[in-house]
């Protein structure tokens, strides 16, 4: 197994990596309403947890207004409490036997915040990205030593290493840049 195979083997990990943080991103508030936004909070519905795309349909019929169904009306203050709980600032009203969320105009101070959260998730990404980096680094200088591979193969494995990484850090830094130009529409 060349230095090839190795910068390949890692290429899925980098793949979850961008995958992660998409979905990460997607659970950030934007100017606009997204059913990304509430579909994972946890609800406590008959003792046990369940995500809320499990127990409603969810949707945005306005710009700023998500609209939740829940397959029974037994799930309404359990989703009612659920969506109190979570941090996306936004009190829930029910009317009937749906619930609707109004997301109010984002402030110049939660854009801020926002932003901070955004260069996090970055930054953990790209944690992970030089994590893979190292192992595969690691294995290629392994192969060296034993001399599976000669001294350019080594080098050569580094450059081509390298340029996976750089490309992966560039979708990184793409996905989190066009999250920004969202949140500061």
Same mark, same amino acid.
């Given at each position: 197994m060349g230095y090839l195979e190795i910068i390949e083997k890692i290429k899925p990990e980098l793949d979850k990596v961008i995958g992660f943080l998409e979905r990460e991103l997607a659970k950030i508030r934007t100017a606009g309403a997204s059913v990304s936004l509430i579909e994972d909070i946890k609800v406590e519905c008959f003792g046990q947890q369940m995500l809320l795309k499990q127990l409603a349909s969810i949707s945005v019929p306005e710009p700023r207004v998500?609209?939740? *169904? &829940?397959?029974?009306? #037994?799930?309404?203050?359990?989703? *009612?409490?659920?969506?109190?709980? #979570?941090?996306?600032?936004?009190? &829930?009203?029910?009317?009937?036997k749906i619930i609707r969320l109004v997301l109010p105009p984002l402030t110049e101070e939660y854009r801020k915040n926002l932003s901070k959260i955004l260069s996090e998730k970055k930054e953990n990404a790209r944690k992970t990205v030089r994590h893979w980096r190292e192992e595969a680094w690691k294995e290629i200088q392994e192969k060296f030593r034993k001399g599976e591979i000669s001294e350019d193969e080594k080098y050569k494995g580094k450059d081509k290493l390298q340029e996976v990484i750089d490309e992966y850090n560039k979708k990184i830094e793409e996905k989190v840049e066009k999250k920004e130009k969202e949140i500061m529409l």
């Amino acid at each position: 197994m060349g230095y090839l195979e190795i910068i390949e083997k890692i290429k899925p990990e980098l793949d979850k990596v961008i995958g992660f943080l998409e979905r990460e991103l997607a659970k950030i508030r934007t100017a606009g309403a997204s059913v990304s936004l509430i579909e994972d909070i946890k609800v406590e519905c008959f003792g046990q947890q369940m995500l809320l795309k499990q127990l409603a349909s969810i949707s945005v019929p306005e710009p700023r207004v998500i609209v939740i *169904q &829940p397959w029974d009306s #037994s799930y309404i203050d359990s989703i *009612q409490k659920a969506i109190e709980k #979570s941090n996306i600032g936004v009190n &829930p009203v029910v009317d009937q036997k749906i619930i609707r969320l109004v997301l109010p105009p984002l402030t110049e101070e939660y854009r801020k915040n926002l932003s901070k959260i955004l260069s996090e998730k970055k930054e953990n990404a790209r944690k992970t990205v030089r994590h893979w980096r190292e192992e595969a680094w690691k294995e290629i200088q392994e192969k060296f030593r034993k001399g599976e591979i000669s001294e350019d193969e080594k080098y050569k494995g580094k450059d081509k290493l390298q340029e996976v990484i750089d490309e992966y850090n560039k979708k990184i830094e793409e996905k989190v840049e066009k999250k920004e130009k969202e949140i500061m529409l």
